[in-house]
C-alpha cells in the first residue's frame, strides 16, 4: 500500500522569503503522479502542483517549484518569494495510474500548516 | 470558481435527521468523488463514480448512501448520522485516466454538524 508522509505539522516563513515544505512516499510503482494541493482558511482545496513520475524535469509554477527525488521517494515543494495568501495547509498526495477511463485516487499525507509573517 | 459546485456549504442535523449533500461538476469530467476530512486526520476516500457507476466504497457506514444519477451530479445521503461523523466533506471530480486526466478538483466542501 502507498503512504505519504509529511513531517513538518507547522511552519512559518517571513513574507518575501523562500520556504521549502517536505514529503515523502512509499511505493512499488514505477510510474504515479504526485500532487501538493493548498488549503487556505476557506478550505478549498486547491491545485498548486503536479508531477508526474516518469518525467525527470521537476515541475514548476510561477512562485511554485518542486524538487522531485524519484530514487529517495521525497517531493518537496519550494515557495518563493512568500505572500501572506500562501499560509494555508499544503498536502501532499500519491496517485497511481489508474485503469481506462477511469478515475485516479489521491493518497495524501497528514498535511503542513504554513503561516507566512509580515 | 473551480467548476465543482457543493450544496449547502453549511449543515447541522440531528443523529434522526435524513440529509442530502449535492455535488455539481460543470468541467465535463467523467469520475466524482467523495472525501471526508476529519479534523487532525489526513483526507479519506469515500467513494469513487466512474461514468456514474460506483467503482469504489471505501468500506464506508451504511449510513452515507451515494448516488450518482449522471456524470456532472453527486449526491450524499445522510440518515442517522453519529456526532463523530462531523466533518467537512468534499467533492471532487477528474476527467479520466491518462495525463492530464489524473487530476482531481475539488469543490469548497460541505460543513457538517451532527448534534
Known amino acids: 500500500a502507498q503512504t505519504v508522509t509529511q513531517s513538518q505539522p507547522e511552519m512559518s516563513v517571513q513574507e518575501a522569503e523562500t520556504v521549502t515544505l517536505s514529503c515523502t512516499y512509499d511505493t512499488s510503482e514505477n510510474n504515479y503522479y504526485l500532487f501538493w494541493y493548498k488549503q487556505p482558511p476557506s478550505r478549498q482545496m486547491i491545485l498548486v502542483i503536479r508531477?508526474?513520475?516518469?518525467?525527470?524535469q521537476n515541475a514548476t509554477e510561477n512562485r511554485f517549484s518542486v524538487n522531485f527525488q524519484k530514487a529517495a521517494k521525497s517531493f518537496s515543494l519550494k515557495i518563493s518569494d512568500s505572500q501572506l495568501g500562501d499560509t494555508a495547509m499544503y498536502f501532499c498526495?500519491?496517485?497511481?495510474?489508474?485503469?481506462?477511463?477511469?478515475?485516479?485516487?489521491?493518497?495524501f499525507g497528514q498535511g503542513t500548516e504554513l503561516s507566512v509573517k509580515p | 470558481e473551480t467548476g465543482v459546485t457543493q450544496t449547502p456549504r453549511h449543515l447541522v442535523m440531528g443523529m434522526t435527521n435524513k440529509k442530502s449533500l449535492k455535488c455539481e461538476q460543470h468541467l465535463g469530467h467523467n469520475a466524482m468523488y467523495w472525501y471526508k476530512q476529519s479534523a487532525k486526520k489526513p483526507l479519506e476516500l469515500m467513494f469513487v463514480y466512474n461514468f456514474k457507476e460506483q467503482t469504489e466504497n471505501n468500506s464506508v457506514p451504511s449510513r452515507f448512501s451515494p448516488e450518482c444519477p449522471n456524470s456532472s451530479h453527486l449526491f450524499l445521503h445522510l440518515h442517522t448520522l453519529q456526532p463523530e461523523d462531523s466533518a467537512l466533506y468534499l467533492c471532487a471530480s477528474s476527467p479520466g485516466s491518462g495525463g492530464s486526466g489524473n487530476t482531481i478538483y475539488f469543490g469548497e466542501g460541505s460543513w457538517l454538524t451532527v448534534v
Open positions: 508531477q508526474e513520475a516518469y518525467k525527470q
Open positions: 498526495a500519491f496517485m497511481k495510474p489508474s485503469s481506462y477511463n477511469q478515475g485516479g485516487k489521491l493518497i
